[in-house]
């Protein structure tokens, strides 16, 4: 079994980001894991996206032509990653600042408004958190509890006042 996953937005919300914590948890979980970022030289306000597969057997290949689930959190990566979620797959989307312009009959699409759940929580760039627990009750490999020990691993030990936050973010997502 394996989770492919697409991961996209500007630079600067956290793809990277939401990328290493689904990476961490699935290796912490003893599953095999391939995390491939790809951003441009802007860094910030630049696109960003990044991929990740998580298995439990060897993965003989870390290129993703078909995701399984993805998160876009912006209006680009919207345009240019619905069509690489294979059918009958998942994808989140931050309602708040992209609009669903194309849409396909043949995937889930999970429109949620992160900025606006972040911001209820105090601070809006949990956006990509919110996603994050959107996006659990799709994947077959990583769930809430591996995602917090990611957490507190990726987190914990360098920000521990920020885990609290991240884990009230993906709990937002999962029950919104």
């Known amino acids: 079994m394996m989770d492919k996953v697409l991961l996209a937005g500007f630079g600067g919300q956290g793809v990277m ?11 912490l979980g003893g599953r095999e894991v391939c995390w491939i970022p790809s951003y441009g030289p802007e860094m910030r306000g630049g696109t960003a996206n990044c991929s990740v597969l998580v298995s439990d057997e060897e993965i003989n290949s870390p290129v993703i032509s078909q995701a399984d689930a993805g998160i876009v959190l912006n209006q680009p990566s919207y345009d240019r990653f619905l069509a690489r979620i ?21 995937i889930t699409i999970v429109a949620v408004p992160a900025t606006e759940l972040a911001n209820e929580i105090g601070n ?4 990509n958190m919110v996603c994050l627990g959107a996006l659990l009750p799709a994947l077959s490999l990583v769930n809430m509890d591996s995602v917090k020990k990611a957490m507190d691993e990726v987190v914990g030990k360098k920000k521990p006042e920020l885990y609290d936050l991240n884990v009230a973010a993906i709990n937002k997502g999962m029950n919104r």
Not at 17 to 27: C, D, E, P, R, T
Not at 98 to 106: G, K
């Open 17 to 27: 980001f939401i990328g290493k914590v689904l990476a961490y948890s699935g290796m």
């Open 86 to 106: 294979k059918p009958g797959g998942t994808l989140v989307v931050n309602s708040s600042i992209v609009a669903l312009t194309n849409h396909r009959d043949d």
């Open 124 to 127: 809006s760039s949990l956006a």
